[in-house]
């Protein structure tokens, strides 16, 4: 996928969440969604360190340090989604807005500022096109969906 493709769906999608979630008041953000408990604001605060997860390998490819980016696998992305979710939790629905939107700034910023040739580069073991998307546009997708029928009080997930 074309970088300036993966910069547009990442746009389009933080404006996705951004409108679901537009005009709702606190107790709605923090009632649960799912049967695991999570409310629109424990969904926000994920979506939220992943981009902050994303904006950590690209400091490192952009300081051309990309030997030191970390892979994780899939037990690795659980317990990290588990800890996140156990920290963040506590957050006020206001730190979390303000987080999701700072958070998205950098991301995108960082993306951006990569010119072509490191977007294309085959010098790491897995191209940024490959796993941005899921740190970004792809996981608010799958999120969004549950936000909408969760917002809409169409039971939990």
Not at 22 to 37: F, I, K, T
Not at 64 to 91: C, F, K, M, P
Not at 105 to 126: K, Q, R
Request: proline share 2%.
């Amino acid at each position: 996928m074309e970088h300036t493709h993966i910069l547009a769906k990442m746009a389009e999608g933080h404006e996705r969440i951004t409108e679901v979630l537009a005009g709702r008041n606190e107790a709605e953000l923090e009632r649960p969604l799912r049967s695991d408990g999570w409310s629109a604001k424990d969904i926000l605060a994920h979506i939220a360190m992943w981009y902050e997860f994303a904006a950590q390998r690209l400091r490192l490819i952009a300081a051309g340090r990309s030997a030191e980016i970390r892979w994780l696998n899939d037990a690795e992305v659980d317990a990290l989604n588990d800890a996140a979710y156990q920290r963040d939790r506590t957050l006020t629905t206001d730190d979390v807005r303000q987080r999701y939107e700072q958070s998205f700034e950098v991301v995108y910023g960082l993306a951006a500022s990569l010119g072509a040739e490191v977007w294309n580069t085959t010098d790491f073991p897995v191209a940024i096109s490959h796993w941005l998307p899921n740190c970004t546009f792809a996981h608010e997708e799958e999120h969004e969906v549950e936000l909408r029928a969760g917002l809409s009080g169409k039971g939990r997930m």
